[in-house]
């Protein structure tokens, strides 16, 4: 797996809109000239943006060539950028920064959310979801495999591989000093699937791709 993939990704795409649909549902705007959905994927948080607020100037970004070639074919009517999350700066400041699924990939959120609300237009909007699932039985067992002799070689520090969330007190502590109001919550979502093999398909094309990439065509699953 050179980069992310779109198709496998989107074999789940109800259930991963999901998230994004609900946090979209929480952004107090009844309009956004500009707005950026920072690790758009494919495009399917995008495609909500440019239907929640038409006419506006909507932007994605990505740091994988796939996913972006498949967001501008999916979503005409938006801009896609490719790039990193972390060197990020908007072009003029926003009236929505939309973040689904994509900052848990992105390192020291200490300094990075703080400079996010910086960047944002008067009354903006800085709206982000993270997967709280490090603790679940597949990303418990990622860690557990990677660290077999087999495969710890070639993956190396696994801990690197994504970023330490800092909990909810955690970000309204960071966020509450600096924003008009800070709403955090957290949902847990039950994705019933038909196989063992099915929640492989699901992990491999996000928490999982991490740990495949770096593996020889030997050591590596068959997509």
């Not at 950026?36 to 399917?44: A, E, I, S, T, V």
């Amino acid at each position: 797996m050179a980069d992310w993939n779109p198709a496998l990704y989107s074999r789940f795409e109800d259930e991963r809109t999901r998230p994004a649909r609900d946090l979209l549902a929480r952004v107090p705007l009844q309009s956004a000239g500009l707005a950026y959905d920072l690790g758009c994927g494919p495009g399917n948080s995008t495609e909500l943006l440019v239907e929640r607020f038409p006419g506006a100037d909507v932007v994605g970004t990505d740091n994988s060539e796939a996913m972006v070639d498949a967001a501008r074919q999916r979503v005409p009517q938006a801009r896609f950028l490719l790039g990193d999350i972390a060197g990020w700066r908007p072009e003029r400041p926003p009236q929505l920064i939309y973040a689904n699924a994509s900052l848990q990939w992105v390192p020291a959120h200490e300094t990075l959310l703080p400079q996010l609300l910086d960047v944002l237009a008067p009354g903006g909007v800085l709206a982000v979801q993270m997967p709280d699932n490090r603790d679940e039985p597949t990303h418990r067992l990622m860690r557990e495999v990677a660290a077999l002799p087999e495969f710890a070689e070639a993956i190396g520090d696994y801990t690197r591989l994504r970023t330490e969330l800092l909990g909810l007190n955690g970000y309204y502590d960071l966020l509450a000093p600096r924003a008009a109001s800070v709403d955090v919550w957290r949902t847990a979502y039950q994705h019933p699937l038909a196989s063992a093999g099915a929640i492989v398909d699901w992990v491999s094309s996000t928490g999982l791709g991490p740990f495949i990439r770096p593996l020889s065509p030997q050591l590596s699953p068959p997509y």
